[in-house]
């Protein structure tokens, strides 16, 4: 058995995309800035990170990506007008994600791919272990799945990545994983991997979902990682050579609740979702999204 890895306190979050799945909208606003109800959809992936037990976050952005910088950062003019009206709760949501991490930026200047962006970040994580957060991905608070890889990892040891089945036919959309299941625990020890397989070649429905625990021997493999998939250095590529290697790369399969909001489709759910389920909105929200079905099913009818 390895030795118990050390914790991870460092999580990078790529978000230099240009979110074209969301034009015209994303033309000047950040497809991550994209509000869930009422905070914006990176803030649900910090605070993800935060509650994992991780402060040190390096967001890797690129051009127009400016509003996230601002949202994170303090607005005094809002502040004080807030509180000289004496609105404390507006005034503490305002400040919530001010004070959520130490949060940093890096450019990445080309759109070369994730394995790029990701690489974008060794200078600032050095020879630590780290997290890696894709934006799109909300996982639910109540479905802790950082804890979940970080026990595999403690207990394995290497690199750890999400997964979660998909139905077969839609799993060329996705990096795919062959696994096989150690003796005992949770986890699994990964195989193969494959960015975007061709229709009815992937080894599995085994999907790679937007959260990873990567060992810093990453970033060397990234240098010389080619571009594969879209013309693209992907990280799929650079952790399949690992596994190629010998290096212990495992995975946990993730059955909880996961809202992919780079979709517009699932963007929509997601927010339906979350808003009937908070108190001060989800009774009266609930009530008419029911009514409204109903009328419409009636005048299908």
């Known amino acids: 058995m390895n030795s118990t890895p050390s914790r991870i306190t460092k999580a990078v979050?790529?978000?230099?995309?240009?979110?074209?799945?969301?034009?015209?909208?994303?033309?000047?606003?950040?497809?991550?800035?994209?509000?869930?109800?009422?905070?914006?959809?990176?803030?649900?992936?910090?605070?993800e990170a935060v509650a994992a037990g991780m402060s040190d976050i390096l967001m890797v952005t690129g051009r127009n990506k400016r509003p996230l910088e601002d949202h994170?950062?303090?607005?005094?003019?809002?502040?004080?007008?807030?509180?000289?009206?004496?609105?404390?709760?507006?005034l503490n949501s305002v400040c919530a994600s001010?004070?959520?991490?130490?949060?940093?930026?890096?450019?990445q200047r080309d759109p070369k791919g994730l394995g790029h962006a990701v690489?974008?970040?060794?200078?600032?994580?050095?020879?630590?272990?780290?997290?890696?957060?894709?934006?799109?991905?909300?996982?639910?608070?109540?479905?802790?799945?950082?804890?979940?890889?970080?026990?595999?990892r403690a207990r394995l040891g290497g690199s750890v990545v999400a997964l979660m089945e998909v139905d077969p036919d839609a799993i060329h959309q996705y990096g795919c994983a062959a696994v096989e299941q150690p003796a005992g625990g949770d986890g699994v020890r990964i195989t193969e991997l494959v960015e975007k397989p061709e229709p009815g070649t992937a080894p599995s429905n085994l999907a790679i979902i937007?959260?990873?625990?990567?060992?810093?021997?990453?970033?060397?493999?990234?240098?010389?990682?080619?571009p594969g998939r879209g013309g693209e250095i992907q990280l799929t590529d650079a952790l399949r050579t690992l596994v190629h290697a010998g290096r212990p790369v495992h995975g946990v399969v993730f059955s909880g609740r996961r809202y992919d909001?780079?979709?517009?489709?699932?963007?929509?759910?997601?927010?339906?979702?979350?808003?009937?389920?908070?108190?001060?909105?989800?009774?009266?929200?609930?009530?008419?999204?029911?009514?409204?079905?109903?009328?419409?099913?009636?005048?299908?009818?």
């Open 210 to 226: 937007g959260r990873y625990l990567l060992d810093p021997e990453i970033f060397e493999v990234l240098r010389g990682t080619a």
């Open 261 to 301: 909001t780079g979709d517009r489709a699932e963007y929509l759910r997601a927010t339906v979702r979350l808003a009937c389920e908070r108190e001060d909105l989800g009774p009266e929200f609930l009530s008419w999204l029911k009514e409204f079905v109903r009328s419409e099913q009636l005048a299908g009818v």
């Open 98 to 107: 001010t004070e959520l991490a130490d949060i940093h930026y890096v450019r």
């Open 72 to 90: 994170f950062d303090r607005n005094y003019e809002l502040e004080e007008a807030l509180q000289r009206r004496g609105d404390q709760d507006k």
């Open 13 to 47: 979050i790529p978000a230099a995309g240009l979110g074209t799945r969301f034009l015209p909208l994303t033309k000047a606003t950040p497809k991550e800035m994209l509000p869930v109800v009422d905070k914006p959809a990176i803030q649900y992936v910090v605070e």
């Open 119 to 152: 690489l974008c970040a060794a200078p600032h994580v050095g020879q630590e272990p780290f997290a890696v957060l894709l934006a799109d991905d909300l996982i639910d608070p109540r479905d802790p799945l950082l804890a979940r890889m970080a026990e595999v």
